[in-house]
Every structure is written in structure tokens, then in C-alpha cells.
């Protein structure tokens, strides 16, 4: 199946934990993305990259590390986990930025403790 | 500038209404629209989207109205079925964007 898959589906961790997040897309897209959507269900882009390169980077913790090995995979790493970052973590992909849309993946839900 | 609004926060329609979501923009340089849906623990999938060049754009039972001067464009359901029960977000960007401002979502509730 052609789609973007993350991988948690589920995380529950204690605070001052770090953990992973992975995301794979096989759509041949060349930009991918981490959007975070809190518990109002608002969607916020938190990074984008295209082609294995930083183009986006909002306003997100340093804690927050994201890593693009290549462009078919967007990871995400976060440190010393705090309550507030639980939230349902998104990854999407795109081809050319957003002339066709997202296609966003089924999420991971963090759960801070 | 950056903002996109949405109303309602939540619709509850009747099976067979019309189910209408509004969404309004600042910033004049987007020229690209598309609507998402989300059903509960599943990601957001593109249902329907609209450049400025057109008024209206409908595709099966969804219809897109765009109204490029006032900076608002809306999302009408008809014959809405429960089936539609999910979350609509707008969202906006420039054709070719990095990335869109999404709306911050419509929770519809469709009764059987």
C-alpha cells in the first residue's frame, strides 16, 4: 500500500524520558513534515523538510530533533519529555510543497506521565 | 496575517441535511484552499480543495464556495450521513507553499 506510516501508534512515557518517533513515506514525495495536534485538535507545523533539508523550523523546543536520513524517512527525537508535549503527532508528506496537499499518516499519540 | 478561521466548533445535522462550515483568511497572497477531514484516530485526508480562478467546486455530495473579496470560503455536505461524522479543517497556503495554516477545526455529528 502506497501511504506515509509512522510508527508508534502509542507512546506512553515518564517525564525526563527521551523517545522516537518514525515516519516512512513510499509516495515517491519529496517533502515530508512533523505537525503536532493538541488536545483542541489544532494542527501546528513544527518542522518540513525536502530532500533531506531543513526548510521549516517553527517555534519548537530545542528538545525537539528532527532527522532526515533520507527523503523517504522524517524521524523524530525528543528529549527530557515533558507533560505539555503530549499531544498526537503527525507526519505528512507532500510533492512540491503544497500544490497537491498532505498526505498525513495516522498519527502517534504521546502520553506523558 | 497568518490566521484562518473556522465556524462552527462543533455542527450537529440531521441525516439527509446540509452540513455548511465557514472558513475566513487575512492573508491575500494564499491562493490555494483544501479541506480535510479526520476521523477519530486516523490522520487528516484531502477531501476537497479550490484555487481562487473559480467561485465553486463540487465534488459529489461536497461543494466548496470560495468568495475571493470578502476572503471567506465555506464547505457545504448535502444529503450529509452519519458517515460524514468526523472533523473538517480548512486550510490555506500559496500554490506552491511550504506549508498550509490549517483552521482550527469542526467537529460535525451527523443523527441517523
Known amino acids: 500500500d502506497t501511504a506515509v506510516s509512522q510508527t508508534p501508534k502509542y507512546l506512553v512515557t515518564q517525564m525526563g524520558n527521551d523517545k522516537s518517533i518514525k515516519c516512512e513515506q513510499n509516495l515517491g514525495h519529496d517533502t515530508m513534515y512533523w505537525y503536532k495536534q493538541d488536545s483542541k485538535k489544532f494542527l501546528k507545523i513544527m518542522f518540513s523538510?525536502?530532500?533531506?533539508?531543513?526548510?521549516i523550523n517553527e517555534t519548537v523546543p530545542n528538545r525537539f530533533s528532527p532527522k532526515s536520513p533520507d527523503k523517504a524517512h522524517l524521524n523524530l527525537h525528543i528529549n527530557s519529555l515533558e507533560l505539555g508535549d503530549s499531544a498526537v503527532y503527525f507526519c505528512?508528506?507532500?510533492?512540491?510543497?503544497?500544490?497537491?496537499?498532505?498526505?498525513f499518516g495516522s498519527g502517534t499519540r504521546l502520553t506523558v506521565v | 496575517q497568518q490566521q484562518v478561521k473556522q465556524s462552527p466548533q462543533s455542527l450537529i445535522v440531521q441525516k439527509g441535511g446540509i452540513s455548511i462550515i465557514n472558513c475566513a483568511y487575512e492573508?491575500?497572497?494564499?491562493?490555494?484552499f483544501p479541506w480535510y477531514q479526520q476521523f477519530p484516530g486516523k490522520g487528516p485526508a484531502l477531501l476537497i480543495a479550490i484555487r481562487p480562478d473559480v467561485s465553486e467546486k463540487k465534488e459529489g455530495r461536497f461543494t466548496i464556495s470560495f468568495n475571493k473579496s470578502a476572503k471567506q470560503f465555506s464547505l457545504h455536505i448535502m444529503d450529509s450521513q452519519p458517515g460524514d461524522s468526523a472533523t473538517y479543517f480548512c486550510?490555506?497556503?500559496?500554490?506552491?507553499?511550504?506549508?498550509?495554516?490549517f483552521g482550527p477545526g469542526t467537529r460535525l455529528s451527523v443523527l441517523p
Open positions: 505528512a508528506s507532500s510533492q512540491g510543497g503544497t500544490a497537491y496537499g498532505y498526505t
Open positions: 492573508n491575500t497572497a494564499f491562493d490555494y
Open positions: 486550510a490555506a497556503s500559496l500554490s506552491y507553499g511550504q506549508n498550509f495554516v
Open positions: 523538510y525536502n530532500n533531506k533539508e531543513l526548510i
